[in-house]
């Protein structure tokens, strides 16, 4: 049974598997969304070998300040914003030694 490296909670998920069968999964913890690649060092997939001033407990989790908010997507920042023409577009200028 796999737990979470972080936080060592017991319900992690397979996000994703490799296209050549047991090769590698990737994994998520169900409680602090920690993500890993099951063929990462030790230090990011056992929690012995974790570095302790990044491991969480449940209380870490619980007592945390709110977690921000995710920005928008590009694209969608990109529709809200004026269309900047590209420098080979802009009308040429004349140099200032010119």
Same mark, same amino acid.
Do not use: K
């Given at each position: 049974m *796999?737990? &979470?490296p972080? &936080? *060592? +909670?017991? *319900?992690?998920d397979? =996000? !994703? @598997? @490799?296209p $050549?069968p047991? $090769?590698?999964d990737v994994?998520? &913890?169900?409680?602090c =969304?920690?993500t890993?690649?099951?063929t %990462?060092?030790?230090r990011r *997939?056992?929690?012995?070998?974790?570095? %302790?001033? +990044?491991?969480? /407990?449940? %209380?870490?989790?619980?007592n945390?300040?709110e977690v921000p /908010? $995710?920005?928008?997507?590009?694209n969608?920042?990109? !529709? @809200?914003q004026?269309?900047l023409r @590209?420098r080979a577009?802009a009308?040429s =200028?004349? !140099?200032p030694?010119?």
């Amino acid at each position: 049974m *796999t737990s &979470c490296p972080r &936080c *060592t +909670f017991e *319900t992690v998920d397979t =996000l !994703h @598997s @490799s296209p $050549v069968p047991g $090769v590698w999964d990737v994994l998520q &913890c169900g409680r602090c =969304l920690y993500t890993w690649r099951t063929t %990462e060092p030790a230090r990011r *997939t056992q929690r012995d070998a974790y570095p %302790e001033g +990044f491991r969480l /407990t449940a %209380e870490d989790i619980a007592n945390a300040p709110e977690v921000p /908010t $995710v920005p928008p997507l590009l694209n969608e920042i990109q !529709h @809200s914003q004026p269309v900047l023409r @590209s420098r080979a577009a802009a009308p040429s =200028l004349p !140099h200032p030694a010119e």
